[in-house]
């Protein structure tokens, strides 16, 4: 069965950067794409960008553009997003996803807190 | 601002029928997606495509669509259905997702 296992939750600083992985399981890796989503406390849920793990290009959302950054690594079937730059508009839980022809499979989410 | 615009909260008497409606320009050419969110859990998807169920996803919704607006139905809505319910589809440009603000539904 299809599993995405995330990283731990983290606790950051304004300025700084983190990055979150997704490892995937129970299917082809390179076969399926791997969105980033978002979502804010009591917020609703926000589209980060996507990445084919197959020759790793990647779409960002406007509203990311020059500050995320999304990679694979093939040999362990993990994908990192990295998001740059942290404010404390940007905690929030950070989850993975990929669709198949008939269904979706989400990560299990990680809190990222900004705070000073 | 969302692309995609959902109203804030619906509610729906035990056993019957709700829409819950999803508008958009970029809905006159791609399908939306539906996801329902309980608290503390990652989304659900409960239709894809023109009218597409995944498996588990009990028959009482369903997805359909008309101009700029995409709608979910829940025909027979239970207790179970109170959620968060999300739209998805592409933005105007076609190369990126967005997501409606979400609905909250209740059912009384």
């Known amino acids: 069965q299809v599993q995405l296992v995330q990283s731990g939750a983290e606790v950051k600083k304004p300025g700084a950067s983190v990055k979150v992985s997704c490892k995937a399981s129970g299917y082809s890796f390179s076969s399926l794409y791997m969105h980033w989503v978002r979502q804010a406390p009591g917020q609703g849920l926000e589209w980060m960008g996507i990445i084919n793990p197959s020759g790793g290009s990647t779409t960002y959302a406007q509203k990311f553009q020059g500050r995320v950054t999304m990679t694979r690594d093939t040999s362990t079937s993990t994908v990192y997003m990295e998001l740059n730059s942290l404010r404390s508009e940007d905690t929030a839980v950070y989850y993975c996803?990929?669709?198949?022809?008939?269904?979706?499979?989400w990560g299990q989410g990680t809190l990222v807190t900004v705070s000073s | 601002s969302s692309e995609l615009t959902q109203d804030p909260a619906v509610s729906v008497a035990l056993g019957q029928t709700v829409r819950i409606t999803c508008q958009g320009d970029?809905?006159?050419?791609?399908?939306a997606t539906w996801y329902q969110q309980k608290p503390g859990q990652a989304p659900v998807l409960v239709i894809y495509?023109?009218?597409n169920r995944p498996s588990g996803i009990p028959d009482r919704f369903s997805g359909s669509s008309s101009g700029n607006t995409a709608s979910l139905t829940i025909t027979g809505a239970q207790a179970e259905d109170e959620a968060d319910y999300y739209c998805n589809s592409r933005d105007s440009s076609g190369n990126h997702l967005v997501f409606g603000g979400g609905t909250k539904l209740t059912v009384l």
């Open positions: 970029s809905l006159r050419s791609y399908y």
């Open positions: 996803a990929v669709s198949s022809s008939s269904d979706d499979y």
């Open positions: 495509g023109k009218n």
